[in-house]
């Protein structure tokens, strides 16, 4: 009896390793398989990493080709109001043309800007702002007009706000320049842009006469210009 009770526990000692080795031998099975599929898992994503990155290149640089090709046929045309101006006689004509093209370079600097960026969406308003120097040489006033700048360095804006804020602060700029006081004296005009709790607050002065606020023409052009752009830009 106590022979056939060892062997009876021998035998049952047999099939419980048994069992485990086969569960074992199930788990590595399995272990494997699952690790096939995580490694085709993974393949396959680092594949979709890679269509993606391609994808996204491919995009930025369609991008920046756009911007490049809008600055590029805003320039033509800038040019080609140049050539015309040149074969017009009458002042104010040309005066008006000069806005026409101020208008233009102020909507192609936010192309440039974007174009040699790699922001998008946002521009920084110091780099910009600080390019309204290119009306010293439109109005050919270098030596005359000294513009000054007191910029907050960080302030950003989305794109098409910043060209609804270049073309407001162009329009003011551009009547220093027109109607600079001359009489030896250097007109100095003051720019000043700070965010407060995110509001952002500009201030554009001159050393000039000033102006009476009741003789200003309501048909003028840049005063609707300037009317308009605040109402986009909710100011």
């Known amino acids: 009896k106590y022979a056939k009770g060892q062997i009876w526990g021998l035998g049952i000692f047999i099939g419980i390793i048994s069992i485990i080795l086969i569960l074992?031998?199930?788990?590595?099975?399995?272990?494997?398989?699952?690790?096939?599929?995580l490694n085709l898992i993974n393949k396959q994503l680092n594949e979709n990493i890679l269509i993606t990155n391609e994808q996204f290149s491919k995009n930025d640089f369609l991008l920046k080709e756009l911007h490049h090709r809008v600055k590029n046929n805003l320039q033509l045309i800038y040019s080609l109001l140049n050539l015309q101006k040149r074969r017009l006689n009458d002042p104010e004509t040309k005066t008006n043309l000069t806005a026409v093209q101020n208008r233009i370079h102020t909507m192609s600097l936010v192309?440039?800007?974007?174009?040699?960026?790699?922001n998008y969406e946002y521009i920084n308003v110091n780099e910009y702002i600080t390019l309204t120097n290119h009306l010293k040489s439109i109005?050919?006033?270098?030596?005359?007009?000294?513009?000054?700048?007191?910029i907050e360095e960080d302030i950003e804006l989305e794109t098409e706000r910043m060209i609804y804020l270049g073309l407001i602060i162009n329009?003011?700029?551009?009547?220093?320049?027109?109607?600079?006081?001359g009489n030896g004296m250097k007109s100095?005009?003051?720019?000043?842009?700070?965010?407060?709790?995110?509001?952002?607050?500009?201030?554009?002065?001159?050393?000039?006469?000033?102006?009476?606020?009741?003789?200003?023409?309501?048909?003028?052009?840049?005063?609707?210009?300037?009317?308009i752009m605040c109402t986009q830009l909710n100011a």
């Open 24 to 37: 074992l031998t199930y788990f590595l099975v399995q272990s494997k398989k699952n690790k096939r599929k």
């Open 111 to 118: 192309h440039e800007f974007l174009y040699n960026s790699d």
């Open 139 to 150: 109005y050919i006033k270098e030596e005359n007009v000294e513009i000054q700048y007191n």
């Open 171 to 181: 329009e003011i700029v551009s009547n220093t320049f027109k109607f600079e006081i």
């Open 188 to 227: 100095i005009i003051n720019i000043s842009m700070a965010s407060t709790k995110g509001i952002i607050e500009i201030h554009i002065s001159d050393n000039g006469p000033g102006f009476n606020k009741d003789l200003v023409r309501t048909e003028s052009l840049g005063l609707k210009l300037i009317t």
